[in-house]
């Protein structure tokens, strides 16, 4: 009995769901061919598009034009969003326009840029009415910058000649860099060409610097001979300065030769940067390449001299021996360097080290520690005060470090003060009366 109702169950299923698997002929208008596989076509000028949905095609839709609301349809009905996406930017291929106006029919504001990137670049300038319909919204240097961009991509020249007609001040000029940057992306010679003759103005200068970075990379020989070609002034200069930084993370010879290959006077900013670059794993070798630099050219001598204190801040121990060799406002600024590499050292180190120095250098080497340690280590910083020998620089950096102290340890700043032996009585008492006039966290009274 039991195989009976299964029988029957079976059966009633079959005659259920025959319709439904086996569409009758009927159903389909006559003329139409059903398309079931996973790429149902929509046809636009030609065009194909893939999707799940299932569509119909009939002999007069070929190739005769867009039809908006064919189009727009299967984009409503897509079951997710990433389908019509997929088929606005396929149009935006052939008709950038109609995907527009698609894209806005549909809600897909998003894809406006993209769209209008690519009119740029097939240079397909019909969508500019489109444009200019935005020019109230909020949105409109951001689409323009999308269409120009495209555009100068290919054809920058007419780029610079739309930038006029589609947007004033202050506008233009931020429209003007962007399309510049893109040109120098896919031809950085011919970009610097065009701002060679450009008026010099805050904005020509940073078109410069972000051409420089493609510049660099396309052809770095090319570079650097247009670069001497240049008049010596700040474009110039910071040219100069953007390229050495690229080539000296890469390869520091590289950075040299390339400097050797531009005016000797063009050079004292890129000497500076290869020099503290050297120092940071061999400061002998850095201080080899300046002394070098400065026989066999005409090195600017402030960038040579920041340049060896700088290396000071690598090496204190080098450049303290050598101190004697420069200058006095140079080894003024090898002392200021030194002190914050010997920062960590302990007191009784620190001393050891700056023992070797003159009495004046040894000022300098007391009165910049004392200023370091003021807030770190106050104590520290009192007694190396104490050792200055100059009395009027000593007083004053005693009266700096205490001011500071008695800020937060005004107990322990008085009694340092008390117990100096460089301080005269009546030195001590102002110091003291002072301090217990400054109103504190460590002597306030609260209500």
């Not at 935006?92 to 809600?107: G, H, M």
């Not at 670059?277 to 080899?288: H, V």
């Amino acid at each position: 009995m039991k195989w009976l109702i299964v029988v029957f169950l079976s059966w009633c299923i079959g005659f259920i769901s025959y319709p439904l698997i086996w569409q009758n002929d009927a159903d389909n208008p006559q003329g139409q061919q059903p398309l079931t596989t996973d790429t149902a076509i929509f046809q636009s000028k030609g065009m194909t598009v893939s999707s799940k949905t299932t569509m119909s095609t009939s002999p007069q839709d070929d190739n005769t034009g867009h039809d908006s609301e064919a189009i727009k349809a299967p984009i409503l009905q897509d079951a997710t969003p990433y389908m019509s996406i997929f088929k606005i930017m396929q149009l935006a291929e052939q008709d950038p326009l109609e995907a527009l106006l698609i894209a806005q029919e549909t809600q897909h504001e998003d894809l406006y840029g993209f769209i209008l990137e690519i009119a740029g670049k097939k240079q397909i300038s019909n969508v500019i009415s489109w444009l200019e319909q935005q020019k109230q919204t909020e949105q409109y240097e951001s689409l323009l910058d999308s269409y120009l961009r495209g555009l100068a991509s290919v054809n920058p020249q007419q780029a610079l000649s739309e930038v006029d007609i589609l947007t004033t001040e202050p506008m233009k000029s931020s429209v003007i860099m962007s399309i510049v940057d893109s040109w120098a992306s896919t031809d950085a010679m011919a970009a610097f060409q065009w701002l060679k003759q450009q008026p010099e103005t805050p904005s020509t200068l940073k078109m410069y610097l972000n051409t420089m970075y493609y510049y660099i990379e396309q052809s770095p020989t090319e570079a650097a001979s247009l670069i001497s070609s240049l008049p010596l002034n700040e474009s110039t200069n910071y040219l100069i300065t953007s390229m050495v930084y690229q080539l000296v993370e890469k390869n520091i010879q590289e950075a040299i030769d390339w400097l050797d290959s531009i005016a000797i006077d063009q050079r004292a900013n890129g000497v500076f940067i290869i020099s503290r670059k050297m120092a940071e794993t061999d400061p002998e070798a850095a201080l080899a390449f300046l002394n070098n630099q400065k026989q066999t050219y005409e090195l600017n001598l402030d960038y040579y001299n920041s340049a060896v204190a700088e290396i000071a801040s690598v090496d204190p121990d080098m450049m303290l021996d050598r101190i004697e060799n420069y200058d006095a406002n140079v080894q003024r600024d090898i002392i200021i360097n030194a002190s914050y590499a010997l920062a960590d050292y302990s007191e009784s180190q620190f001393l050891q080290v700056v023992a070797m120095l003159s009495e004046d250098n040894q000022d300098i080497a007391y009165r910049q520690r004392a200023s370091q340690l003021t807030q770190t280590d106050p104590q520290q910083a009192f007694n190396i005060a104490e050792r200055i020998s100059d009395t009027s620089v000593r007083l004053e950096s005693i009266i700096s470090t205490v001011n500071v102290w008695s800020g937060f340890d005004k107990k322990n700043a008085l009694i340092a003060i008390e117990n100096s032996n460089q301080l005269t009585a009546s030195q001590k008492a102002d110091i003291s009366s002072q301090m217990q006039l400054q109103l504190t966290s460590s002597n306030m009274i609260y209500p």
